[in-house]
């Protein structure tokens, strides 16, 4: 049995919504046992405690939150392989994508002790409150169902 941890920075809900979406689609294998989680309420042990490992942020000046920023800062100098690293942000369009390559680039710096992330989505929001464009929620639970297929290929 694998468990997984979703994590979000919960300000004004889209990146909270599209958690819980990636979360389903996750809980549809039965091999993984999935949480979701707040990262004001989480502690760095307590998302170390899972093999997969999926961290949400809203797109705040093209890279994460500052609560995000931090906790990923947290991971750098732990032993971080056998963990998968699983990335999405949530974006207004112009800038969509810069905040998952940013929060990678972050738990990397300077730590040899990273796997490879597997995958990285980015969500457009319509405005900087929401709501998420249609359909993008359905992209995130595929992206939980995603995780589950890949865990199948790689057992
Ligand atoms: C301080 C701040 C900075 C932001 N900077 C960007 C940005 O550079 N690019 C962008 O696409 N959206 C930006 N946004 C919009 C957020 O991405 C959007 O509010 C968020 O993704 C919505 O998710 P949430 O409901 O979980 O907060 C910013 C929002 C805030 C509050």
Same mark, same amino acid.
């Given at each position: ?6 994590? %979000? &920075? /919960?300000? %004004? +809900? ?10 389903? +689609? $996750?809980?549809? &294998? ?17 998302? $170390? ?12 000046? +093209? +890279? /994460?939150?500052?609560?995000? @920023? ?8 732990? &032993? ?8 999405? &942000? ?5 800038? !969509?994508?810069?905040?998952?390559? @940013?929060?990678?680039? #972050? ?8 796997? /490879?992330?597997?995958?990285? *989505? ?6 900087? @409150?929401? /709501?998420? *464009?249609?359909?993008? =929620?359905?992209?995130?639970?595929? $992206?939980?169902?995603? #995780?589950?297929? !890949? =865990?199948?290929?790689?057992?």
């Amino acid at each position: 049995m694998t468990t997984a941890i979703v994590v %979000y &920075d /919960p300000w %004004y +809900g889209c990146t909270q919504a599209a958690a819980e979406e990636v979360a389903r +689609g $996750l809980s549809e &294998d039965s091999r993984v046992v999935t949480v979701v989680a707040n990262v004001k309420s989480v502690t760095v042990r307590q998302v $170390l405690g899972h093999e997969i490992i999926v961290v949400g942020s809203p797109n705040h000046r +093209g +890279g /994460p939150s500052p609560r995000i @920023r931090r906790l990923l800062e947290a991971m750098r100098a732990v &032993d971080l392989r056998g963990r998968r690293f699983v990335f999405f &942000d949530i974006s207004v369009a112009p800038s !969509h994508g810069r905040a998952v390559g @940013r929060m990678e680039g #972050i738990l990397r710096h300077e730590n040899p002790f990273v796997s /490879p992330s597997f995958m990285g *989505l980015s969500v457009i929001a319509a405005r900087p @409150r929401g /709501p998420i *464009l249609p359909g993008e =929620l359905s992209r995130c639970r595929e $992206l939980g169902r995603s #995780i589950g297929n !890949h =865990l199948a290929l790689s057992a």
